[in-house]
T-cell receptor
């Protein structure tokens, strides 16, 4: 494991379901991120949290709802998703915005399929 | 124009070849440049980190940044089958928490 743990690894959900993705880091980092990775597209930043406070919401539809109860845990709550939301959802953490020489530490991602 | 452009490939080379991967960008404020490697069914992992212009070498890997041309490169010498992965460039403007901007990633396959 890389130090960032994501669960579940795979998720299949119907468009009317509600599910949550979980991310946990024990690296002592102060920032956590959600990214969406789709085939043939760059990683898309969704949300940024610094010291538990949301500092960026990259125009993400409201069917995605993040929650950061503390600086070690991050959730992404999903409801009434669309098939085009099927993708790999990556969580990452960093210290000092990731530009202090250590970048971001990513989890292995949750492969989401919306049917 | 997209902020970061990266040819997605795929790129196929024989073992032992020198590989060159590249990204171009449009934002002249970018100062922090990184290369991530992503194996199948895994998250990206940091491979190289460079601040501002110049070269950085780590074993078989060399990262180059040319800010005047807004162009960054990653060279892999003596490529190995274990180098087969997707390589993503990433960059950021400052240290104040601006999130990294990623390229699409280039898929590399090294055959033995």
């Amino acid at each position: 494991e890389t130090g960032v743990t994501q669960t579940p690894r795979h998720l299949v959900m119907g468009m009317t379901n509600k599910k949550s993705l979980k991310c946990e880091q024990h690296l002592g980092h102060n920032a956590m991120y959600w990214y969406k990775q789709s085939a043939k597209k760059p990683l898309e930043l969704m949300f940024v949290y610094n010291f538990k406070e949301q500092t960026e919401n990259n125009s993400v539809p409201s069917r995605f709802s993040p929650e950061c109860p503390n600086s070690s845990h991050l959730f992404l709550h999903l409801h009434t998703l669309q098939p085009e939301d099927s993708a790999l959802y990556l969580c990452a953490s960093s210290q000092d915005g990731g530009t202090g020489g250590h970048g971001y530490t990513f989890g292995s991602g949750t492969r989401l399929t919306v049917v | 124009q997209k902020e970061v452009e990266q040819d997605p490939g795929p790129l196929s080379v024989p073992e032992g070849a020198i590989v060159s991967l590249n990204c171009t960008y449009s934002n002249s404020a970018f100062q922090y440049f990184m290369w991530y490697r992503q194996y199948s069914r895994k998250g990206p992992e940091l491979l190289m980190y460079t601040y501002s212009s110049g070269n950085k070498e780590d074993g078989r890997f060399t990262a180059q940044v040319d800010k005047s041309s807004k162009y960054i490169s990653l060279f892999i010498r003596d490529s190995q089958p274990s180098d087969s992965a997707t390589y993503l460039c990433a960059m950021s403007a400052n240290q104040a928490g601006t999130a990294l901007i990623f390229g699409k990633g280039t898929t590399l396959s090294v055959s033995s």
